[in-house]
Nanobody, 119 residues
Framework: QVQLAESGGGLVQPGGSLRLSCEKS????????MGWYRQASGKQRDLVAT????????YTGAVKGRFTISRDRDNVNLLYLQMNSLKPEDTAVYYC????????????WGQGTQVTVSS
């Protein structure tokens, strides 16, 4: 199974920026969707943003215009989530997500990285 390695979380003040990274362990010659979910304390895990292998992106309404999901130009296995204008309500554990279409879905999660937005 493909492994996911996340980095980039931390503590930031409201209005600040962070960039999360997620690298998958190998190139995938199949259609797939890669992205980020987040889970605030006591709440369910929710979609933040996804990027499909065909380049299509999807964002939850709460982050549109503030967050940008992208792939590294030189390393197709490396995914970024640029988070700008952060708000306290963005505080959560952020999980990298990979869904590979083998005819049936194979889903892999990263270990999670904490993002805390607080003054």
């Amino acid at each position: 199974q493909v492994q996911l390695a996340e980095s980039g979380g931390g503590l930031v003040q409201p209005g600040g920026s962070l960039r999360l990274s997620c690298e998958k362990s190998r190139t995938i010659p199949k259609r797939y969707i890669m992205g980020w979910y987040r889970q605030a304390s006591g709440k369910q895990r929710d979609l933040v943003a996804t990027l499909a292998s065909n380049g299509q992106t999807n964002y939850t309404g709460a982050v549109k215009g503030r967050f940008t999901i992208s792939r590294d130009r030189d390393n197709v296995n490396l995914l970024y989530l640029q988070m700008n204008s952060l708000k306290p309500e963005d505080t959560a554990v952020y999980y990298c997500y990979l869904n590979i279409d083998y005819g049936v879905s194979e889903v892999t999660w990263g270990q999670g990285t904490q993002v805390t937005v607080s003054s």
